[in-house]
């Protein structure tokens, strides 16, 4: 059984940073296209960056695209979001994810339900 558990969220000022780590248990972490997604009160799921088995490709929102950074370090079967210039509107609980197929199309890695196995998310507040 595949689990994820993120780490690294917590309370920051607007302009501030923060890293959100995801360690892959249960069976090596190449074995998954990994994803960020967000959830903030009384909104949809939305989509905030993935990266490939190799991680040699990277996928970003638009909202969030020069400020994050999603990476992988396969060795430590773990993958990170680096988060820079936080604003209010990033609020959220941020999930990691893992897919197990194959993106025939790149939109796949933007669609949620394309995620086989989530984390139990973990609370990004940034206050203005």
């Known amino acids: 059984q595949v689990q994820l558990v993120e780490s690294g969220g917590g309370l920051v000022q607007a302009g501030g940073s923060l890293r959100l780590s995801c360690p892959v248990s249960?069976?090596?972490?190449?074995?998954?296209?990994m994803g960020w997604f967000r959830q903030a009160p009384g909104k949809e799921r939305d989509f905030v960056a993935a990266?490939?088995?190799?991680?040699?490709?990277?996928y970003y929102a638009d909202s969030v695209k020069g400020r994050f950074t999603i990476s992988r370090d396969n060795a430590k079967n773990t993958v990170y979001l680096q988060m820079n210039s936080l604003k209010p509107e990033d609020t959220a609980v941020y999930y990691c994810?893992?897919?197990?197929?194959?993106?025939?199309?790149?939109?796949?890695?933007?669609?949620?339900?394309?995620?086989?196995?989530w984390g139990q998310g973990t609370q990004v507040t940034v206050s203005s």
């Open positions: 249960g069976r090596t972490a190449t074995t998954y296209i």
């Open positions: 994810a893992a897919a197990e197929g194959n993106p025939y199309s790149s939109s796949r890695y933007y669609q949620s339900s394309w995620y086989n196995y």
């Open positions: 990266i490939n088995r190799s991680g040699a490709s990277t």
